[in-house]
């Protein structure tokens, strides 16, 4: 059983004892209600009696101003929450796609938690990431990209990143992951005790069974998706403690 509430944009779900908490940023569009679409991967977080703290936000341009409210909003929520339970065993933040590169360039270097997942992270220019922005900015003579550009995240990550401990997952199907290139910038540091998993899945493995119940009410329990989630949440939980 967990209490569940909003602080801010943050979904959080306490169980009464956590052995741990995740703060999890999900991927670009699918994170308005990530209670909602990543809902297997939640539950089985809180099975393992994490508590979790996901963030709802609208992607825009200004990455970085988005990372620095979704770390403040954490922030806060994790004062609420130790003032409730106590001081956290364990913090892990988790991204997904998009939020990945939300949570690499916290203001704090990563330094004020215990680890990170990063689950298909990508990097994309805007233009690859919106395809009709190419094509509008050709025709209206125009340049648009993301603040910090690709090329400037892989240099803020060897630089202000000081997270040392790193969990890399990247699935079998997944053409948009580029967590190789992630790894790379990361053993680019002193001391870096990052590792990258291979697992059986695609780019939307950890979203789809929320999306689709919440469509559907359907229930989906035995569906190889489940057990790619489950197995996942395995993994992760097994290296976070």
Not at 63 to 78: G, V
């Amino acid at each position: 059983m967990s209490t569940t509430r909003r602080i801010n944009n943050i979904s959080c779900q306490w169980p009464s004892r956590p052995v741990g908490l995740i703060e999890i940023i999900g991927g670009s569009y699918i994170s308005i209600k990530p209670e909602v679409t990543y809902k297997r991967l939640i539950s089985g977080f809180l099975q393992r009696n994490f508590a979790i703290h996901a963030w709802s936000y609208i992607p825009n341009f200004d990455h970085q101003l988005q990372a620095n409210e979704a770390w403040k909003q954490f922030r806060q929520s994790r004062k609420v929450l130790e003032k409730r339970v106590g001081i956290i065993p364990k913090s892990i933040r988790l991204g997904h796609s998009l939020g990945c590169k939300l949570h690499l360039l916290a203001p704090d270097g990563g330094r004020n938690c215990d680890g990170f997942v990063a689950i298909s992270f990508n990097n994309f220019k805007a233009d690859k990431s919106i395809p009709m922005l190419g094509k509008m900015s050709q025709r209206l003579n125009f340049q648009t990209e993301f603040s910090p550009s690709p090329s400037e995240t892989f240099t803020l990550i060897r630089e202000h990143y000081e997270q040392r401990n790193n969990l890399l997952i990247k699935f079998k199907n997944d053409n948009l992951d580029q967590n190789n290139l992630l790894l790379k910038s990361l053993r680019g540091r002193n001391s870096d005790k990052s590792k990258i998993m291979r697992l059986e899945g695609n780019h939307l493995t950890p979203v789809g069974v929320g999306l689709r119940e919440k469509l559907l009410k359907s229930n989906f329990q035995n569906s190889s998706k489940y057990k790619k989630i489950d197995f996942m949440v395995d993994q992760i939980a097994n290296w976070a403690i």
